[in-house]
């Protein structure tokens, strides 16, 4: 079995681009030209740099000791939280506009339900000096105002989505309607390995970065450069995706994901796609969804903004489905005692999302000599409010 996408744009079942007809044009453009672009020798190298100076790659790979104590196992921590801009997103956003550059792109448009991935587009928009607006429910530009306001700072036109329920799904459609109004001049960054092929694909290749390290600073310390366990939360799946990348078929590595049961997965109030999805098409794309009996997307909940999406990546759908990855939900509460535990004992204070993965410590045993590797994909200074009026602080 083959875990990476194939030349029709699918894993397994899951995948392709179903899109209008008029946007056909537009990503027709993007397939032909992602890999030829990104593959050459210059960009890469552009990219790399970027990586390095910019975003202040390499990220450290940290022996969690008073954790790995505790659980009699060893645990390592991907630092992701240690990027610019605080978490894995601009490791996409750096490698989409550097595409858009190639492709003579001048104009960029985003869409963001918490904001984490517009301030990431913000941020690249204004390294390189180029026009950026960023489709924002207007319900979500209430709930989210520190996030907006760094995007107008970096120089960002927010535009609020008044459809619907003026979340992500209302900001996903406007971006789209301005992407067909707009085929010559500009290009759609999006945030996570979702919408139509080559998004899943391109955005997992610019996020692979984070498995390509693991394997050399797993040679350094355990004499191999495999872990025996890979553990990422997944809302579309981009971090996750990043770190299972090149252990994707490698069988010796144990893939675990880790999504948002909310207020539980049947309180209907969740984010626990796996648990609860069914095959359908959100956002361009073939997946698992979460919908009712005649196909309406179900709005999904979750304490952290970045799982609160009600679909996975085909990439995840197919890991998934074929059982080459192991998928558990954890529950608000639990994510949120792991946000303090890790803070109290490792002195990283997680964001929300991130805390969500290391709750697998308390469903599953570990070997003593058995190697996890955690995606530690963001900090905790912008769910600060949240844990505040939650822990009462
Ligand atoms: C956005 C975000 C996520 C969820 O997005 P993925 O595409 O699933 O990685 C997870 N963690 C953090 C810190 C985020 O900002």
Redesign the pocket.
């Known amino acids: 079995m083959n875990y990476n996408v194939d030349e029709k744009g699918y894993y397994g079942v899951f995948g392709g681009a179903y899109i209008p007809e008029m946007l056909y044009p537009n990503v027709a453009e993007l397939k032909e030209q992602y890999l030829k672009i990104s593959e050459a020798p210059d960009f890469q190298k552009e990219f790399k740099d970027l990586l390095k100076a910019y975003v202040g790659r390499p990220t450290p790979l940290y022996f969690a000791q008073r954790l790995s104590e505790r659980y009699q196992t060893k645990i390592y921590l991907k630092r992701e939280d240690l990027c610019h801009t605080g978490?894995?997103?601009v490791n996409n956003t750096i490698g989409q506009i550097l595409l858009a550059k190639r492709l003579g792109k001048n104009r960029i448009i985003a869409e963001t339900g918490a904001g984490?991935?517009g301030v990431a587009t913000a941020t690249v928009c204004a390294l390189m000096g180029i026009e950026c607006i960023v489709y924002m429910g207007e319900l979500d530009i209430k709930r989210q105002a520190p996030n907006v306001a760094r995007m107008k700072m970096l120089g960002a036109e927010v535009r609020p989505a008044q459809s619907g329920s003026k979340t992500l799904k209302d900001a996903t459609n406007e971006a789209i309607r301005d992407w067909i109004n707009n085929p010559v001049d500009t290009h759609y960054i999006i945030g996570?390995?979702v919408g139509p092929h080559p998004y899943p694909d391109m955005v997992a290749r610019f996020q692979s970065v984070i498995s390509e390290e693991t394997k050399v600073q797993l040679m350094e310390v355990e004499g191999r450069d495999y872990p025996d366990h890979v553990i990422a939360?997944?809302?579309?799946?981009?971090?996750?995706a990043g770190l299972y990348y090149h252990y994707l078929n490698d069988s010796r590595v144990n893939i675990i994901a880790v999504e948002a049961a909310g207020k539980g997965i049947d309180s209907g109030a969740s984010a626990a796609t796996s648990a609860l999805g069914k095959e359908g098409i959100i956002h361009g794309s073939k997946t698992l969804l979460m919908q009712t009996p005649d196909g309406q997307i179900t709005e999904p909940y979750s304490i952290s903004a970045?799982?609160d999406y009600p679909g996975v990546g085909p990439m995840h759908a197919h890991l998934f489905r074929s059982k080459r990855a192991e998928f558990i939900s954890v529950p608000d509460q639990e994510a949120m005692d792991w946000g303090l535990t890790l803070s109290q004992m490792e002195g990283i204070i997680p964001?929300i999302?991130?805390a969500h993965a290391f709750a697998v410590l308390d469903l599953r045993s570990f070997g003593p000599e058995e190697v996890l590797v955690f995606n530690c994909?963001?900090r905790g200074d912008k769910d600060l409010n949240t844990y505040i009026d939650y822990f009462k602080l």
Not at 233 to 240: D, H, L
């Open positions: 978490a894995h997103k984490q991935h996570s390995v939360c997944v809302g579309g799946g981009s971090n996750a970045g799982l964001a999302e991130t994909s963001g």
